[in-house]
Structure formats: C-alpha cells, structure tokens
C-alpha cells in the first residue's frame, strides 16, 4: 500500500507527517519504506544525520538507475534525496511521471511505502501520486488552504482520469490547530461543509514538542509519549488504519 502526503501550500506539516506515520506503521510491526521525493530533504533528514550515501538517492531513479533502501529502524527503511534531486524537477515536463511507479512495482516487497512530495504539483508529485494508491492532505486551518484544497483535490481527479490511476484522497488531516482559534472555528466550519466526508477527526495542535521532535529526528510519540501531540498522532494513526481497511473493503 502506497500512501502520498501531498499539498502544494508549503509548511503544513506534509514532512512531519509522513515522518510519524512511517515510524507508527513500522512501530506496529509493518515493514515500511519512508520515499523523500522533495529536493528540500526533509524527511531525509528526519531519519538521518549525516549526509545520505549515493546509493540510496532517490535521484537515481531519474537517471536510469535504482535506488537501494536504507536501514534507518526496526522494520524501516529509507530511500532519501538530497538537493541534487532538484536538477531532475521540470515543473511542466512528463517525461519521468511514470518512474516511480514503475521502480515500485518492479519489486518493491514492503508493506507500507509512505511518499514525502515538495510543495507543488510539478513532476515528482505527480510522479507520486501516479506511483500511490492513498492521497493524505495535511493543510493548516486558513481561508487560503481552503482554496488550495479545492485545486489540489482537482489536480488528483485529473490525474486519476488522464493516466488511469488508482490514487484516491484518503483524508485531509488538518495540523497546527491553536486551542480557543476562533478564526480556525469559522474556518473549520466552511472546511466540514465543504469536505467534511474527507475530514479526518483528529486533529494535530501545533506544540512546540512537535518541532523539538522534528530538529531532533525523534518521533513526538518517542519523545513525549505522554504528551498532546502524541496523543493525536497516535489517534490520527488509527482512524487512518480503520478508514484503509474500509477504503480497501470496498
Ligand atoms: N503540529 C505542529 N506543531 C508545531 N510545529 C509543527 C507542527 N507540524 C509541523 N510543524 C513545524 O512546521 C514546520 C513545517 O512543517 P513540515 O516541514 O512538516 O511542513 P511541509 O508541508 O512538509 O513543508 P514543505 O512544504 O516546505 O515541505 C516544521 O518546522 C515543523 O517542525
Ligand atoms: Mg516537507
């Protein structure tokens, strides 16, 4: 199963996100390959503190090679990318849409691959989202999200018509949430309407726990297990795991 973190709006918690779900499905005994598909590295750097051995650049897949997955945990495995995947980005161009995909079901056997994508829809996020089989949008909670949420979920229904592909929205997870927001409230109401059959309950409220977590590469529910933040991350998991199952009953 191919989940992609996707939004074009940048800073919304797509790198933070992919970096908890991974380590939660790996920590449920799921074998899982984190995939960094944005030159900004982030989730690379997530997992790893030095810089990533060529081999197991991602990059190589757009220049006729393979990337090897690296070990990074018990049951985890990463294929990362540093800033040289971004000489491979051509916003307009179509040309390497199909290599992830292809690279994926060539051979890959893990149970979970949890896709990390830049902020835009240009060629490695469609290349994702083509190569995946569940689209999850974190988006923050602000009039200008509301738009962007509008395009992106176009952007994946042409995408599914074009190419004949399988990527569905699982659920837009809405992150960084203050408490007693009022403005988020009006906002929250507009996005239920709008697309509450794709709304996942929990929510993430911003902590500054989730950033020490990020710039230390620990997951918060490592960190601070008994904290807020990974309270929701781990609820979050769970309604992810339970709308996967009824997606994939159905
Ligand atoms: N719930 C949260 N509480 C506090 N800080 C958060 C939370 N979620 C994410 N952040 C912080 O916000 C910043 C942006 O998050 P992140 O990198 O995950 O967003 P992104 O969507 O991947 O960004 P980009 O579009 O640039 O790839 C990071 O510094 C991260 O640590
Ligand atoms: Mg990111």
Redesign the pocket.
């Known amino acids: 199963m191919r989940i992609v973190m996707t939004?074009q709006k940048?800073?919304?918690?797509?790198?933070?996100?992919a970096f908890h779900l991974a380590t939660l499905f790996a920590a449920d005994g799921n074998s899982v390959l984190a995939l960094d598909l944005?030159p900004?590295a982030?989730l690379t750097s997530c997992f790893m503190r030095s810089d990533l051995p060529p081999d197991n650049n991602v990059a190589l897949l757009f220049e006729g090679g393979c990337p090897r997955p690296l070990t990074v945990g018990d049951h985890l495995d990463l294929v990362g990318t540093d800033s040289s995947l971004s000489k491979h980005e051509d916003h307009d161009a179509s040309d390497h849409l199909e290599v992830i995909g292809s690279w994926l079901d060539a051979g890959d056997t893990h149970d979970v691959v949890v896709m990390?994508t830049?902020?835009a829809m240009g060629q490695f996020t469609r290349g994702a989202l083509l190569a995946g089989d569940f689209a999850i949008i974190?988006a923050d909670v602000s009039w200008f999200a509301l738009k962007g949420l509008a395009d992106l979920i176009a952007s994946i229904e042409k995408l599914r018509s074009s190419h004949n592909a399988g990527i569905r929205p699982l659920g837009i997870v809405l992150?960084?949430i203050q408490e007693r927001q009022s403005f988020a409230q009006e906002t929250w109401a507009k996005l239920d309407d709008l697309y509450g059959h794709l709304l996942f309950k929990t929510t993430?409220?911003?902590?500054?726990r989730?950033?020490e977590a990020?710039s230390q590469g620990i997951p918060v529910t490592r960190l601070d297990a008994r904290g807020k933040?990974a309270s929701a991350y781990r609820q979050l998991y769970k309604e992810i795991v339970a709308r996967l199952e009824q997606s994939r009953g159905c």
Do not use: F, M, W, Y
Request: a negative charge; proline letters at 15%.
């Open positions: 939004n940048g800073g919304v918690g797509k790198t933070t996100l944005d900004q982030n990390d830049p902020p974190p992150n960084n993430i409220p911003e902590s500054v989730v950033r990020i933040a």
